[in-house]
Each structure stands twice: as C-alpha cells, then as structure tokens.
C-alpha cells in the first residue's frame, strides 16, 4: 500500500522553528523533528501563512515524509 502523498514528488524544506511536542496518553512526547532539517513532506500538506513578508508553511509531524540527514 502507498499513500495518497506519497504518489506525488514530494516536496522539500527546511524546519524553522518547532513546538514543544505532542501529546499521547496525557503525556508531551518532544519531536523528531529539529530546527535545521531538510525535511520531505506532501505536496498538499500543511497550512501557508504570511509573515514579515516572507511565506511559511505550518506541517504536523505526522504529514512529515522524511528528514533528509
């Protein structure tokens, strides 16, 4: 099985700035992902937004297909 997102050329980034983690069972797991990766994410993931001029995309970690190392 392959998801929907995986079926298109993904997209690349680079994480800007992270949040404090997530929660499960009541509990903040930090993330996997840190300030500096180039990450791989779906082409329709994520939420665009405008600041100071310049254009952000806010992803969950969850649509995150991969951090290129």
Not at 8 to 14: A, S, V
Not at 46 to 61: A, M, S
């Amino acid at each position: 099985y392959v998801p929907d997102t995986a079926k298109e050329k993904p997209q690349e980034g680079k994480v800007v700035e992270v949040g404090s983690g997530r929660y499960e069972d009541g509990k903040l797991v930090p993330l996997e992902v840190k300030v500096g990766d180039s990450v791989l994410y779906g082409k329709y993931s994520g939420t665009e937004i405008k600041q100071g001029g310049k254009e952000y995309l806010i992803v969950r970690e969850s649509d995150i297909l991969a951090i290129v190392k």
